[in-house]
């Protein structure tokens, strides 16, 4: 109970913050989280604990976004109808596979 009004309270100091400084944090604390998980897994803890580190940076990188969007800037997700992109999606992607399949297969 103590923790979640704690919680809220950091949240509600955050909105009050300019939008500057919201971004800057945002930026603080997402931009160092692909290279603390690639150092992990690679150099600093190779094995399984350094992939599970890099499997928790990547899903802070999923999640964080999504939290913040919805609990600091009080929007809404909102999902594009159109198929447009998806299409291009894929055809990119099938595009990427073939190059790389020649290439190296």
Same mark, same amino acid.
């Given at each position: 109970?103590?923790?979640?009004? /704690?919680?809220?309270?950091?949240?509600? =100091?955050?909105?009050r =913050?300019? /939008?500057?400084?919201?971004?800057?944090?945002?930026?603080?604390?997402?931009?160092?989280?692909? /290279?603390?998980?690639?150092?992990? /897994?690679?150099?600093?803890?190779?094995?399984?604990?350094? =992939?599970?580190?890099?499997?928790?940076?990547?899903m802070?990188?999923?999640?964080?976004?999504?939290?913040?969007?919805?609990?600091i800037?009080?929007?809404?997700?909102?999902?594009?109808?159109?198929?447009?992109?998806?299409?291009?999606?894929?055809?990119?992607?099938?595009?990427?596979?073939?190059?790389?399949?020649?290439?190296?297969?």
């Open positions: 109970m103590n923790l979640n009004l /704690s919680i809220d309270a950091g949240i509600q =100091q955050l909105r =913050q300019s /939008s500057r400084t919201r971004s800057i944090l945002a930026l603080l604390l997402i931009v160092p989280i692909s /290279s603390i998980g690639a150092l992990t /897994s690679t150099i600093i803890a190779p094995g399984a604990v350094g =992939q599970g580190i890099a499997v928790c940076c990547g802070w990188m999923l999640i964080f976004p999504v939290a913040w969007h919805v609990s800037d009080r929007q809404r997700l909102q999902f594009n109808k159109s198929l447009d992109g998806l299409a291009v999606g894929i055809i990119l992607g099938v595009a990427m596979f073939a190059t790389i399949f020649v290439l190296l297969g």
